[in-house]
């Protein structure tokens, strides 16, 4: 039985790896310079910063007290150490599973883009590890269904400008969505349980408001963000 599970467990990991790579090179790059110009900006957390300040805007608006803000905050925060830096500082240097960029095999077939490879390691990808992660915290936070849908395109696109570059293969992006998902959750009900008490009594029944106290309308900030933002690099990348 051990053996039979060995034989199996021997020829599935190449199976999936060499799987893993011919997706890959199916996504990576193209051959316009315009969509070359566009993956690379939004790649770039700096581009994402105005996103970042009106999700910040809606935490202030609708939490009452300067506690809750910190363990909102805090929170968040959790998500980037346990999504981001236990996969950089722990998971990635004790694979030591090669980015398509670097890896021997396909290295030479990748599209690299302005000379950007990445790091050596991959597996697996922060980018979608951090992104979905603070994705699933506040669509648990917040229960906005359009601000939701909002966060999870911002992740998957997150997730496309890696497989586009060619730094992460889709089963680097993969474990990064599962370990997101957890990580975004977790968080959450660790904020869950420290704002019970805070919560208590304060029900909001109002069309106004969703089902844990945020207004709609401030929802709707971080998404015409969103559609900014995506709409100036696209402008932009035809320029620069």
Request: proline share 3%; hydrophobic share 50%.
């Amino acid at each position: 039985m051990m053996l039979d599970i060995c034989l199996v467990s021997d020829g599935l990991i190449p199976a999936l790896e060499s799987l893993d790579k011919q997706l890959l090179l199916e996504v990576n790059g193209s051959d316009s310079l315009y969509l070359d110009r566009v993956a690379h900006k939004l790649t770039n957390a700096l581009a994402w910063i105005p996103f970042y300040i009106s999700l910040f805007y809606v935490v202030l608006k609708n939490n009452d007290s300067f506690r809750k803000i910190l363990l909102v905050l805090g929170a968040a925060s959790v998500c980037v150490l346990l999504a981001g830096m236990v996969d950089d500082m722990i998971v990635k240097p004790t694979v030591a599973r090669w980015r398509p960029t670097h890896d021997p095999e396909i290295g030479p077939l990748v599209d690299v883009v302005d000379g950007y490879r990445g790091g050596k390691y991959g597996f697996f990808s922060a980018h979608a590890a951090n992104t979905f992660s603070i994705a699933i915290f506040f669509c648990w936070m917040v229960r906005s269904r359009l601000l939701s849908l909002a966060m999870i395109i911002w992740s998957f696109t997150n997730c496309w400008t890696r497989l586009y570059l060619g730094v992460h293969y889709p089963g680097d992006i993969l474990v990064g969505l599962i370990w997101g998902t957890i990580v975004g959750s977790f968080a959450y009900f660790l904020f869950y349980r420290l704002t019970r008490r805070i919560n208590q009594g304060r029900h909001l029944i109002s069309l106004q408001y969703t089902s844990t106290g945020y207004q709609h309308a401030d929802c709707d900030i971080p998404v015409a963000v969103l559609v900014f933002t995506l709409l100036i690099i696209l402008i932009i990348s035809c320029i620069l």
